[in-house]
């Protein structure tokens, strides 16, 4: 059921994996090794993915940082907050020996998904995202975002997508999305106590089809997210 936490309970959280992600900075960052995660309800166990801070690894959630799925429904746990800092204190410390991590890892994978919690932090990220799918073309990855102009400029070069790299321009409420090339979208929907539907985000497009729930049923046959062509988004329940 979707609710959202005051910026006090936001806060504190976020304040939270910072704190350990500054511990790990000023002690041991050498020592880290980076944490995937192997499935969950959510995404499925043949959906790996990783993940850094939401919202402090966020460069664009002004507008969603209190309905964050990660702070309200992952990060309140102990062993989450730990595993989301550690990514983070790798990835600022240390960036080539965070994407190198990725790209050992999704030599084993046929799906992989991108954050979880976090999000494309600079172009740099994006082009390391962009390099790992075109140099494992085995394998399907999916990222959600809300850093357009990222993505944005880097088309307006003339570069073009790989296949096998599934990108969906992330919806909410509130949000400005200039989805100049047509990409995907995800978009949530509110619903009232009585089941019935109030809201959509407000880049929802003609064509649609709702989320069934599980990541890895729609990669097994390309279908939902996977499948989302130029124009199209998938639904999902705010929760």
């Not at 936490?5 to 000023?26: F, Q």
Request: aromatic share 12%; net charge neutral; with cysteine.
């Amino acid at each position: 059921m979707y609710y959202e936490l005051n910026s006090d309970k936001v806060a504190s959280r976020v304040r939270s994996m910072v704190a350990i992600r500054k511990t790990y900075l000023e002690t041991d960052v050498d020592g880290l090794t980076v944490r995937f995660s192997t499935g969950n309800r959510k995404t499925g166990a043949s959906v790996p993915s990783v993940s850094l801070i939401p919202v402090a690894d966020c460069g664009n959630c002004k507008t969603c940082a209190g309905g964050c799925y990660d702070v309200r429904n992952v990060c309140f746990q102990k062993s989450v907050q730990v595993s989301r800092a550690v990514n983070s204190a790798i990835y600022h410390s240390d960036p080539a020996k965070y994407f190198e991590a990725v790209r050992r890892f999704v030599r084993f994978a046929r799906f992989f998904r991108w954050h979880v919690g976090g999000d494309l932090v600079n172009l740099d990220y994006w082009l390391n995202v962009v390099g790992i799918a075109l140099e494992t073309p085995a394998c399907e990855f999916l990222i959600f975002t809300k850093q357009f102009d990222i993505v944005n400029g880097w088309l307006d070069a003339g570069n073009e997508i790989p296949k096998n790299l599934h990108v969906i321009f992330s919806d909410w409420r509130g949000i400005e999305m200039n989805n100049k090339y047509n990409l995907p979208v995800s978009s949530p929907v509110w619903f009232d106590k009585a089941g019935n539907e109030i809201e959509r985000g407000p880049h929802c497009t003609e064509k649609y089809t709702w989320c069934p729930g599980s990541c890895e049923d729609c990669a097994a046959v390309c279908g939902g997210c996977w499948g989302l062509k130029a124009g199209e988004t998938v639904l999902f329940e705010a929760h």
